[in-house]
């Protein structure tokens, strides 16, 4: 190769990407230097004290390990370190289970607005009155989207949405009695499901998936007894299947006064065409950083509401937000059968903002709209590559479809090799190895966030990755090749945990 | 790797050789492959009881975790420090890297176990399915 | 809808490469008689600039311009402009948990260099990437102890911020955990160590204490840890005010710190959303709820960072995990991280000095007004004190109001016995005049009080 040929290959364009370079950046603790400022304190106008007179024994003598730094310096720090990161605003971001979808611009402009952004928790009711609206206006949406008669937005994730879930349901049966022992959870379920279970001092029994991927009704009938507290179910599932049964499942579980908790991971295959309390769920929770579009941010923060039916209502975690006569609304802490608090103050009030800028924005159409668009999205990629991956399960799709590595695992490729190729091409991977119940799972949600033209990129990567794989699978297995970093060895980071800096003196 | 044929097996793929009335326990090679490359073992502390079939602890690849189970019942007389440092050991050598020495209280529950060849029939069996 | 990509026309282009007549038919398997055949009744579609509007509207009704006195686990202290400018960029904003790390390392790297801030902060050898809140945070460290030790109960110092107090009885209901509450000093405010003595045996998994505790006094930390450790119980050390680090001798004799980091550049925001960490030992990480990011290197030898340990985590260990936690706070933690690089090793010292000053002038101002007086005395505090006026916090919250001043938290609700004791919180964003003003408003409810009887 000559040497013109070689500088332009690495120019070469793959799909909708080409290479660029990326700033190396160290760690802020190995830039900085001792006098270097980016902060200035306005003049103390008040006496000032001796800390060491004031506090005794309890003066910090050793400042902790802080960087020094100046103001541009940490500016281009964490901007170059932004550059590292894939994200929705760069492309498609096909995590299965996740709904990556948009962001609106416009909910982090209503979540700054001094009024709402600087309130105090404790600051009085009549003060509070313009974010109670904003609050009750949220819950009064979401009743109305999932079909329930009561909810508390204190959860701060969906994990913590399921815990307090579970919790209603135990406080029912126990005031029904007796708490029961067992909570019955599909092999196709996130893991949160049976790790929530498990906090809540309930044993989790596995419930098999039947042949096509839902729940097998017989197996249930015989599973649930009288020591049965709920099904934890998922709906559509995390194959992206809607449990077409799904009244007789509420049915089966509650002639033995077992109830149906519904995970509500996948609500954006359901908004405006469907709502969980029509079809016999009791008890579910949301995720406003999945479907109501809040920023997932690098890994939080979420926000998980729980909606119940009325016959819950009583065991919500206190607070519970009610309205007086008068048209005002207040924090109700006195309800005897609350099964108490599940975080301090509220919950996560930035994100109810923005979810509720997010419904706004919408409307009913716009939500209907946006539901069809993403199971469309869905549907369309499962048609143009169900002829290269093979599908599993040949049920209809909704928001998601779920593909396995058989044919291109036969060459000895897997699914997360695909998926890392994947990034070469500018894409995002999906999900990977998820739901269990499919070997060399591939796990594709688009979102309605995608146009015609992206989908098409995307299906072009994924077909020209299975050529790949028949003719070159060395290149696939040792993707990506066009990263700032290569493969990362995780081996090591596990055997030897290196979980902060330290000065190499140390 | 062949199967020791001075060890007896458990259907969980543990080992155990016995030299007195000491049982010396490890993973059985068939098991470390499965699991891949050993992050982190779990051990008791010495003098734990132990029970058969009862677990006693867990070895973690980067994205697994399997429960190890006890052959025998009795009491932990030794744990094989090194696997806390260099858990890589196992993968090396299954078959020498012992996690646990135990006092039997019960011999005869060795005559449950899988001899050898039961245990290499048994591991045909279950990657054949 | 303009956040949908897609031309009605796309629409049927795309309908009739499926295959499928109308877009009825994607949804032909949801049964009929559950399908919603009607709109939803939500609010119609808003313009942006309605949007906007509605959320300004609001905030007014909020009322903007007050001068806070309030604290009590959530702190408004000045938030440097770059932090929004940094956490606003789309790359940060819209990206996800760090799974693929070959995309993520900036959010990678980012975390670890929180966890590395954390620790240094806390005195802890390491912290994870972040908790949901300081409340949930401390609830899940109290669970850890059990882990580590393998004992089932705790003592709890009634001087623990209420709310989260109320957290961890939920948390650990039916965890077979029984925590016994010890209550404090009247005099000094900090937790009675006779009873914290009498508390604590063999079977005590967790003593846990927060410091500067509710009342923002600090606690005796290792004379604590003394009493726990003789038992063989871990200290747990909750932190909500994080500020106080810069100033605040660390917790180094605890076994495990659960932080409140708001007060790092993160808005008040009605209480959340917040960044809760955990910080321990180095012997405990493996009994460490949360996600970890730790250092290791690619193929080529270069530095990278991978979430790690991830087999303690629910979506590996399922029911046996040791949380159910999934997400953290990356974007809050973000915030905190940007926070506490803006102000830096001498910086956090500053700020933290200001805090107590303006503390202690508040302090002393306050009380010198006739009737009034610090409840707690004797142990010093760090940016909260207690205040009697000697009369109903009702009858001068108005008053305090009309000059645009938001008064201390009335305690009553929570400590029946303190009275009329309200808790009171000066950050460096208070001003002298602020806190001259509170004095003469609380001066003049006194006379009038006075005159009244």
């Known amino acids: ?506 | 790797m062949p199967y020791p044929a001075n060890y007896r097996y458990t259907r969980e793929h543990e080992w155990i050789s016995v030299e007195g009335s000491i049982g010396t326990i490890g993973i059985t090679d068939y098991a470390q492959k499965s699991l891949g490359d050993i992050v982190y073992v779990d051990v008791p502390k010495v003098g734990d009881k132990v029970t058969a079939h009862g677990t006693f602890g867990s070895v973690e690849s980067v994205k697994a975790v399997s429960d190890l189970y006890c052959p025998v019942s009795g009491t932990v007389t030794a744990v094989n420090d090194e696997l806390k440092t260099s858990p890589d050991r196992i993968n090396e050598d299954a078959h020498s890297a012992w996690i646990i020495k135990v006092e039997l209280s019960d011999p005869a529950e060795l005559d449950k176990l899988l001899d050898a060849a039961a245990y290499e029939a048994f591991v045909m069996e279950e990657t054949a399915a | 809808m303009r956040y949908l990509p897609k031309s009605d026309a796309e629409r049927e282009q795309m309908l009739a490469e499926i295959g499928a007549r109308s877009i009825d038919d994607l949804f032909a398997v949801i049964p009929a008689e559950y399908r919603l055949n009607r709109d939803l009744d939500v609010p119609r579609q808003h313009a942006e600039s309605e949007i906007i509007d509605y959320f300004r509207n609001a905030a007014t009704k909020n009322t903007v311009g007050y001068y806070s006195f309030l604290g009590a686990g959530s702190y408004r202290h000045y938030r440097p402009v770059i932090i929004d400018s940094l956490v606003q960029r789309g790359e940060f904003l819209t990206s996800y948990t760090p799974y693929q790390a070959e995309i993520t390392q900036g959010t990678l790297q980012a975390i670890f260099e929180f966890q590395t801030m954390i620790a240094e902060l806390t005195g802890m050898d390491v912290a994870n990437a972040s908790m949901y809140d300081g409340s949930t945070g401390t609830a899940e460290a109290v669970m850890m102890a059990v882990r580590v030790t393998g004992r089932h109960k705790a003592a709890v110092a009634r001087t623990v911020h209420p709310e989260y107090r109320e957290v961890l009885a939920t948390y650990t209901k039916y965890q077979g955990l029984p925590s016994n509450e010890v209550g404090f000093d009247r005099r000094t405010g900090r937790i009675d160590l006779a009873a914290l003595e009498a508390e604590v045996s063999e079977e005590t998994a967790a003593v846990l204490v927060q410091s500067p505790n509710f009342f923002g006094v600090i606690e005796d930390i290792p004379a604590i840890a003394q009493i726990a450790h003789a038992k063989g119980a871990l200290l747990v050390v909750a932190i909500t005010e994080a500020i106080s680090l810069g100033i605040v001798r660390p917790p180094f004799e605890a076994d495990i710190v659960a932080m409140e980091a708001q007060s790092c550049g993160v808005a008040l925001s009605y209480g959340g959303p917040f960044c809760g960490v955990i910080a321990t030992k180095e012997q405990y990480v493996r009994q460490m709820p949360g996600r970890l990011v730790g250092q290791t290197v690619d193929r080529d030898g270069y530095r990278g960072f991978v979430l790690t340990l991830s087999t303690r985590e629910q979506h590996i260990r399922r029911e046996k995990a040791t949380s159910n936690i999934c997400t953290n706070q990356a974007l809050v933690a973000l915030m905190a991280t940007i926070f506490l690089t803006v102000y830096g090793k001498e910086g956090l010292r500053e700020l933290a000095v200001h805090n107590l000053a303006k503390a202690d002038y508040a302090a002393r101002t306050l009380s010198a007004q006739r009737g009034a007086r610090l409840v707690f005395e004797g142990a010093p505090s760090f940016n909260e004190f207690v205040l009697d006026t000697g009369e109903a916090p009702e009858l001068w919250t108005p008053r305090l109001l009309d000059v645009n001043i938001a008064g201390g938290v009335p305690l009553r609700h929570w400590y029946p016995e303190l009275g009329n004791a309200t808790l009171w919180c000066a950050t460096e964003v208070i001003t002298r005049e602020n806190i001259d003003t509170a004095a003469q408003v609380l001066a003049a409810a006194a006379v009038e009080v006075q005159e009244a009887c």
């Open chain 1, 1 to 506: 190769m000559t040497q013109e040929s070689k500088y332009m290959s690495n120019r070469r364009s793959v799909g909708k990407v080409r290479p660029h370079p990326t700033q190396n950046e160290a760690l802020m603790f190995e830039k900085s230097a001792p006098g270097k400022r980016a902060c200035k304190m306005p003049p103390l106008d008040v006496p000032a004290v001796d800390p060491a007179s004031l506090l005794g024994a309890d003066v910090r003598r050793e400042a902790g390990l802080l960087p020094e730094l100046s103001e541009i310096e940490i500016i281009r720090h964490f901007t170059r370190l932004s550059t590292w990161n894939y994200a929705i605003d760069l492309g498609m971001y096909p995590l299965g289970s996740c709904t990556m979808k948009y962001n609106p611009r416009v909910n982090e402009v209503v979540a700054r607005i001094p009024g709402l952004a600087e309130a105090h928790p404790y600051r009085i009711r009549s003060h509070a009155q313009g974010i109670l609206e904003i609050i009750d206006l949220l819950q009064r949406c979401l009743l109305e989207i999932t079909g329930m008669d009561a909810i508390t937005l204190q959860p701060a994730a969906g994990a913590h949405g399921e815990m307090t879930g579970i919790l209603l349901v135990r406080a029912w049966h126990e005031s029904q009695g007796r708490p029961r022992k067992k909570v019955i959870i599909p092999d196709s379920a996130h893991g949160t499901n049976p790790a929530t279970a498990a906090i809540c001092g309930y044993a989790v029994e596995n419930l098999r998936s039947n042949a096509v991927g839902g729940i097998d009704l017989e197996a249930l009938a015989r599973q649930v007894d009288e020591d049965t507290a709920a099904l934890m179910l998922t709906n559509p599932s995390t194959l992206g299947v809607f449990e077409n049964e799904i009244h007789r499942i509420a049915d089966i579980l509650h002639a033995r006064g077992a109830l149906l908790y519904m995970d509500g991971a996948n609500m954006n295959a359901l908004v405006g065409k469907v709502r969980p309390g029509d079809f016999g769920v009791d008890v579910m929770h949301l995720n406003l950083h999945k479907t109501f579009s809040t920023p997932h941010g690098g890994g939080g923060p979420g926000s998980g509401p729980v909606a119940c039916k009325a016959f819950l209502e009583p065991f919500l975690p206190i607070p519970v937000l009610v309205s007086e006569a008068d048209g005002t609304r207040r924090w109700d802490y006195k309800r005897a059968q609350s099964i108490g608090r599940v975080r301090a103050y509220y919950g996560n009030v930035g994100m109810f903002i923005r979810a509720l800028a997010y419904i706004l924005a919408n409307g009913p159409d716009g939500l209907r709209q946006t539901t069809e668009d993403a199971v469309l999205n869905a549907n369309y990629i499962r048609k143009k590559l169900e002829d290269v991956y093979e599908l599993p399960y040949r049920t209809p799709s909704m928001h998601e479809v779920v593909f396995s590595d058989r044919k291109q695992a036969a060459k000895g490729v897997k699914t997360g090799d695909i998926a890392k190729r994947l990034i070469d091409y500018g894409f995002h991977p999906y999900t990977v190895s998820f739901p269990l119940i499919v070997p060399g799972a591939l796990m594709i949600e688009p979102t309605e966030s995608e146009s015609v033209q992206e989908l098409d990129l995307f299906i072009d990567a994924m077909r020209s990755i299975a050529r790949e794989v028949d003719e070159d699978p060395e290149l696939v297995k040792t993707a990506p090749h066009s990263t700032r970093v290569s493969r990362l060895d995780e081996v090591q980071a596990a055997r030897k945990p290196v979980l902060r800096w330290r000065p190499a003196s140390q």
